[in-house]
């Protein structure tokens, strides 16, 4: 594994407009591109997650896994505006010689896969095998593959959207709603805005899993994992939401929760380009699409409207207790259903060819 920064020294300018200067990217690669340069496989990571995908699915990416480094180079990219060593508010804008803070530009989905598209001329890759991501992650694979049609050979987009939902804006927007009543928010230091932002990961908690979820996880008679002051002893589900907070403010800064949160709210394939269904429309990559049930934030819906515009894709739904976080948790479901993908379209390929 090796993770490595990536520098783009010239000009590079965003949707709304902001030129910069130059931007990085962290990015980790695991296995090594093949003579033929055809055994890529491009992850894309969520929200919180960083560029290291073996660390946040080590279910599906490692050694012996579905995505096992020795067949594949596999690749990913800490999305701009994220605090994981790509470009984000707690860098230096070199334009000022300080922190960007709340000064930094929002990077939409689309923004951020053209500032991949340099990364990739830079390795030499001109085709990928497969390109993978799931929620925010998925949502900028979409993108790539809209504006890009003939890069990705195969696609597989898991728990997304093709356009950011009012009920998904509604969720993020309250979530800022928490870090902007954080009293020191407007603070130009790294822990402005902590406080709101755990209380912000509360909100996208419930979002994330569902009523199901939280009596099988957190039932009345667990014991708590968390102090919980002036409770009845602290029950189990309030120990939890306030321990997801606590542990995200130690890996996470509000400025990048913040930022990012407007980013997948800006997210519409259709903007410039006719329609979303128009947009779908141009993919050529043989593309899988997998909905999670009883999922919130991502509901299967918006999944089955994915498949039914892109060409010949499939659709597959997994039943799971996890709502949105299923794409993160189900391991099992997800490789065996990639696996018959990729092996159902390989024989139609040779089909086809012969």
């Known amino acids: 594994m090796a993770t490595e920064v990536f520098e783009h020294k010239e000009s590079f300018t965003l949707e709304n407009g902001t030129i910069l200067?130059?931007?990085?990217?962290?990015?980790?690669?695991?296995?090594?591109?093949?003579?033929?340069?055809?055994?890529?496989?491009?992850?894309?990571h969520a929200l919180t997650a960083n560029s290291n995908p073996a660390d946040w699915w080590p279910g599906l990416v490692g050694e012996?896994?579905?995505?096992?480094?020795?067949?594949?180079?596999?690749?990913?990219?800490?999305?701009?505006?994220?605090c994981y060593?790509?470009?984000?508010?707690?860098?230096?804008?070199?334009?000022?010689?300080?922190?960007?803070?709340?000064?930094?530009p929002m990077f939409t989905t689309r923004d951020m896969i053209r500032a991949y598209q340099h990364l990739k001329n830079a390795l030499g890759i001109e085709k990928v095998y497969i390109g993978i991501g799931g929620s925010m992650g998925?949502?900028?694979?979409?993108?790539?593959?809209?504006?890009?049609?003939?890069?990705?050979?195969?696609?597989?987009?898991?728990?997304?959207?093709a356009q950011h939902s009012p009920w998904g804006i509604a969720l993020n927007a309250s979530q800022r709603m928490c870090i902007e009543t954080d009293d020191t928010w407007k603070e130009k230091n790294q822990e402005a805005g902590i406080q709101g932002m755990k209380a912000a990961r509360s909100i996208a908690l419930l979002s994330y899993r569902n009523y199901d979820t939280y009596n099988l996880t957190q039932p009345r008679d667990k014991k708590t994992a968390w102090p919980v002051a002036h409770h009845f002893g602290g029950e189990a589900a309030e120990s939890y939401q306030r321990y997801q907070g606590?542990?995200?403010?130690?890996?996470?800064?509000?400025?990048?929760?913040?930022?990012?949160?407007?980013?997948?709210d800006a997210h519409d394939l259709g903007r410039g380009r006719g329609s979303v269904?128009?947009?779908?429309?141009?993919?050529?990559?043989?593309?899988?699409?997998?909905?999670?049930?009883?999922?919130l934030l991502f509901p299967p819906e918006e999944q089955k409207l994915i498949a039914?515009?892109?060409?010949?894709?499939?659709?597959?739904?997994i039943n799971s207790l996890y709502g949105h976080d299923g794409f993160l948790l189900e391991y099992d479901k997800i490789e065996t259903i990639i696996t018959?993908?990729?092996?159902?379209?390989?024989?139609?390929?040779?089909?086809?060819?012969?």
């Open 21 to 44: 200067p130059e931007y990085h990217l962290a990015y980790t690669t695991l296995g090594k591109l093949n003579a033929k340069k055809d055994n890529v496989v491009w992850v894309f």
């Open 64 to 82: 012996g896994r579905l995505f096992d480094p020795a067949t594949y180079f596999i690749i990913c990219v800490n999305m701009p505006g994220s």
């Open 85 to 104: 060593g790509s470009i984000g508010p707690l860098e230096i804008n070199v334009q000022t010689g300080e922190r960007w803070y709340h000064d930094f």
């Open 138 to 161: 998925g949502q900028q694979l979409l993108e790539w593959a809209v504006e890009e049609p003939l890069l990705f050979e195969h696609i597989i987009a898991l728990a997304t959207n």
């Open 246 to 264: 606590e542990k995200l403010a130690k890996r996470f800064n509000a400025f990048s929760y913040y930022r990012l949160g407007q980013a997948m």
């Open 277 to 295: 269904a128009q947009a779908l429309q141009r993919i050529k990559a043989k593309t899988l699409v997998i909905g999670i049930s009883n999922d």
């Open 308 to 317: 039914n515009l892109v060409p010949g894709a499939s659709y597959e739904l």
């Open 340 to 354: 018959g993908f990729v092996h159902e379209e390989s024989k139609r390929y040779l089909k086809i060819v012969n």
